[in-house]
């Protein structure tokens, strides 16, 4: 009993030790480094806030304080950053990206802009969820539904792959509206432009983003939220429709269900494949510690961005059920968003 006792001592010592010198390790190896955080967007929306926001706190949390530095890389509604992210990126622990909700999806149905394999990449923490919602201009009589049902209503878009596109195509195809696309907006704020110039009477963002930066628009009625992309009605739009109940038939509403799993993913930091085991063990406990920051949160509250972490896991479950769609269902989302 004795020998036994003793051997488990000298393992939990060695075990220790090991613990201790790849800590080190991972100490040494971002003292003087620099780590950049990504958001696939313009440098407005809430992609970009919660990317500048763990820039600022996160090398706190993490051994050998790193300088953390905000980027943005707009394109092909934030593809283009998960394609760089997975393909280009210094795979070592030093890139990190809060990557766009629909990747799971995008990926499901097939989309050519897709160079990555979703469930490849390294999930570090779900930040908060995401319901994208459908405004409409009251200026240009948007307030309803039922009147883009009557007359054609032209939608400002950022890309095929981002909700923006994805909604009115949605709503077109299953629920009788005549949504008229115009799409290559850089970003939120010129979307919020084109409205504000007539150019368009309808756009899509993320309810947090209308929330935060667009506040004085939704209390002053300037724009009234339509719709939202989610599988359940969000917990403060208990009174309006998802796309989903506006579809007329249970094939539509299961389309629309599919494409909102991505509401659940969010905003989700994310790393590389291929970083080594102990910096991303690292960065997953520097994430959960920048979460609990009471600084963090108070810098999130004072800019309006909204904290609702989900562990790294129960993110990776969601990606994998997406990529479990049927393949009937993936055909009809696929000539329903014309993806080719």
């Avoid at 706190?60 to 280009?88: E, I, K, Y």
């Avoid at 704020?189 to 004085?216: K, P, Y």
Wanted: no cysteine; aromatic share 6%.
């Amino acid at each position: 009993m004795m020998h036994l006792l003793r051997n488990i001592f000298l393992l939990t010592v060695a075990f220790a030790h090991v613990d201790a010198v790849k800590s080190q390790e991972v100490e040494a190896f971002y003292r003087g480094k620099t780590v950049s955080v990504v958001a696939g967007t313009g440098p407005v929306g809430t992609y970009a806030g919660y990317a500048q926001l763990f820039a600022e706190f996160m090398p706190r949390h993490l051994p050998g304080r790193p300088t953390m530095v905000f980027q943005s890389m707009p394109g092909a509604g934030g593809l283009t950053a998960a394609n760089h992210t997975f393909n280009v990126a210094p795979k070592d622990g030093t890139y990190l990206l809060v990557i766009v909700q629909t990747f799971a999806v995008e990926q499901a149905l097939g989309t050519k802009a897709v160079r990555y394999e979703s469930s490849a990449f390294n999930t570090i923490g779900r930040i908060v969820d995401n319901t994208p919602v459908l405004v409409g201009s009251s200026a240009a009589g948007i307030t309803s539904i039922d009147i883009v049902r009557q007359r054609e209503t032209m939608i400002a878009g950022a890309g095929a792959s981002s909700p923006t596109d994805i909604v009115p195509k949605l709503l077109n195809a299953s629920a009788g509206t005549k949504f008229k696309l115009i799409t290559g907006y850089k970003g939120i704020d010129d979307m919020m432009l084109a409205m504000q110039r007539g150019e368009a009477e309808a756009m899509v963002a993320s309810l947090s983003t209308f929330q935060s930066l667009f506040s004085a628009a939704l209390s002053e009625k300037k724009i009234r939220i339509l719709t939202q992309l989610s599988v359940e009605r969000h917990r403060d739009l208990p009174n309006v429709p998802t796309v989903g109940e506006l579809s007329a038939s249970s094939e539509g509403r299961e389309l629309a269900d599919l494409v909102a799993s991505g509401s659940d993913i969010g905003r989700t930091l994310v790393t590389t494949p291929g970083i080594p085991s102990d910096r991303l063990k690292v960065l997953r406990a520097a994430f959960e510690a920048t979460i609990n920051d009471s600084e963090f949160q108070d810098a999130a509250r004072k800019r309006q961005l909204p904290i609702d972490p989900r562990n790294f896991s129960d993110v990776e479950k969601i990606i994998a059920q997406t990529l479990k769609a049927s393949p009937e269902v993936v055909e009809k989302a696929r000539v329903i968003l014309d993806i080719r």
